[in-house]
Nanobody, 121 residues
Framework: QVQLVESGGGLVQAGGSLRLSCAASGRTFSSYAMGWFRQAPGKERELIAAISWGGGRTSYADSVKGRFTVSRDNAKNTVYLQMNSLKPEDTAVYHC??????????????WGQGTQVTVSS
């Protein structure tokens, strides 16, 4: 089992940048594929980025491709989401999640509580 804690959210102006972090507990972090999801008020949860257990494979939603970058440091049990050129429509609660399944995972078993990102126009 793994516990996930996100940090790094906040208020930023459009065009700005933020880096989210997701710290994981447990000694088997490197065996999990990781994903970043977001959910805006009144909208469905959206998978926006994923990274394989070793970091060699990544995938992105079209809505963030070219602006967001997912990475991980298995020595620090942490996955990151670098968000550049932020837009007001990026405003949402961002969650990280972990999966034991092959990449790209169809299902994530463990979830963090989320961190709020607000982008002002």
């Amino acid at each position: 089992q793994v516990q996930l804690v996100e940090s790094g959210g906040g208020l930023v102006q459009a065009g700005g940048s933020l880096r989210l972090s997701c710290a994981a507990s447990g000694r088997t972090f490197s065996s999990y594929a990781m994903g970043w999801f977001r959910q805006a008020p009144g909208k469905e949860r959206e998978l926006i980025a994923a990274i394989s257990w070793g970091g060699g494979r990544t995938s992105y939603a079209d809505s963030v491709k070219g602006r967001f970058t997912v990475s991980r440091d298995n020595a620090k049990n942490t996955v990151y989401l670098q968000m550049n050129s932020l837009k007001p429509e990026d405003t949402a609660v961002y969650h990280c999640a972990a999966s034991t399944r092959d990449f790209p995972p169809e299902r994530y078993e463990y979830w963090g509580q989320g961190t709020q990102v607000t982008v002002s126009s």
